[in-house]
């Protein structure tokens, strides 16, 4: 509650967002962010200050991914339920399920972070985050949704104005194995 009162709102998103951040200096310079604004609340805006840079370039870091995310998460059915897999780099989850809820209130949808086996679970516009959560296999079965994502991709596709490099810009390449539409020869291994 000190934290409402005393910092902006931009002073809080940073704070928030820094800590899910994949960094392991995240929870610690998240701390350290934290008392320089306790000292002085002015002090969240120096950006001269290494620790407000650095906390600050970790938040925006989460706030692109997340961002990316809303556009980027693709749906397949398995009886009743949608489920989407992906694999953010950051922990994200929580920043997006507000947005997936409204959007699809009305449907039953899993989306499903394998690389931290979370998943945001929502019935009817509620949601929540589970944690520790491994799906079944069977769940990731091919349906008409995954033909329809690539109908629709090679159907708005211009061949003739195919620009590689903006979609690597759009979302990165380490994604792609997520995305329904993208040819499964242009998808590149993991590492």
Same mark, same amino acid.
């Given at each position: 509650?000190?934290?409402?009162? $005393? ?9 928030t967002h820094c800590l899910m951040n994949k960094d ?14 306790? +000292? ?11 620790? *407000?840079?650095k906390v600050t370039k970790m938040a925006r870091q ?24 992906? $694999? #953010? ?6 920043? *997006?399920? #507000? ?8 449907? +039953?949808? *899993? ?12 019935? $009817? ?9 491994? %799906? ?21 596709? @211009?061949?003739?104005?195919?620009? %590689?490099n903006a979609q690597k810009r759009s979302m990165p ?6 995305? %329904?539409? @993208?040819?499964?020869? %242009? ?5």
């Amino acid at each position: 509650i000190a934290m409402q009162k $005393k910092f902006s709102s931009e002073a809080q998103h940073i704070i928030t967002h820094c800590l899910m951040n994949k960094d392991v200096s995240a929870p610690y310079m998240t701390m350290r962010y934290v008392m320089l604004c306790f +000292n002085n609340p002015k002090s969240a805006h120096d950006y001269q200050n290494e620790t *407000i840079i650095k906390v600050t370039k970790m938040a925006r870091q989460v706030s692109l991914e997340s961002n990316r995310f809303l556009g980027f998460v693709r749906f397949h059915q398995v009886g009743s339920v949608y489920i989407s897999v992906i $694999k #953010p780099d950051h922990e994200i989850l929580s920043f *997006i399920a #507000p947005h997936f809820s409204q959007r699809f209130g009305d449907m +039953n949808f *899993i989306i499903y972070d394998e690389g931290r086996q979370q998943a945001i679970i929502c019935e $009817k516009g509620h949601w929540i985050i589970r944690h520790q959560m491994i %799906l079944d296999e069977a769940m990731f079965k091919k349906d008409d949704f995954e033909d329809a994502w690539k109908t629709y991709f090679e159907g708005t596709t @211009i061949a003739s104005r195919n620009n %590689l490099n903006a979609q690597k810009r759009s979302m990165p390449k380490r994604y792609w194995k997520n995305l %329904l539409e @993208i040819p499964d020869h %242009l998808i590149p291994d993991e590492k």
